[in-house]
């Protein structure tokens, strides 16, 4: 952000003043009705779900999902797909594995730790904490994410899919 110009004392004063006015403002509001943010439309979720989204081929209403509604409030839902990551997870989120070659074809795998383009770490199922140097691609190292789709999906969902997405998943009692 640029620098401001020299302000005078009273400009100085005039946005201190709206800062906290604004400020006042919101710690007055009430808080917002998590069900509001459901305005998209549920059949059309539902289509998106079984179809463009492919969330059918990893996830299924009556299965993972069976009473997903009920376990997640609207704003978690809506969270969740754009941070699968994230704040909302009633269970900590599957880990990053790692998956090393070494030129010998010795394999190491485990949970990913850190990855650079200097070096990967790793812990292997001993727990041992374990790490390479890399050299552009030697070793061969493959990162496996159990929800790559998820992330892979930000840059595809439109606000209509992810409203009535939200609106579709709330659904699901």
């Not at 900590?92 to 030129?103: C, D, E, N, R, S």
């Amino acid at each position: 952000m640029p620098a401001f110009p020299m302000l005078m004392p009273d400009d100085a004063r005039d946005i201190s003043a709206f800062l906290h006015t604004v400020v006042d403002d919101a710690r007055r509001q009430k808080p917002m009705d998590p069900r509001a943010i459901v305005v998209g439309d549920a059949k059309a979720g539902e289509a998106y779900f079984n179809g463009a989204g492919r969330c059918n081929t990893c996830h299924s209403p009556t299965g993972d999902f069976k009473g997903l509604g009920a376990k997640y409030d609207p704003a978690t839902l809506q969270d969740r797909m754009v941070d699968p990551r994230g704040r909302g997870a009633k269970t900590p989120p599957p880990p990053i594995t790692v998956k090393v070659t070494l030129p010998n074809g010795k394999v190491a795998s485990g949970r990913l730790v850190d990855i650079s383009d200097f070096s990967v770490t790793l812990v292997d199922e001993a727990g041992a904490q374990r790490t390479f140097p890399r050299d552009n691609e030697v070793p061969k190292v493959e990162v496996i994410d159990p929800l790559q789709a998820h992330l892979d999906m930000l840059l595809k969902y439109t606000d209509a899919d992810m409203h009535n997405l939200t609106a579709y998943l709330v659904g699901l009692k």
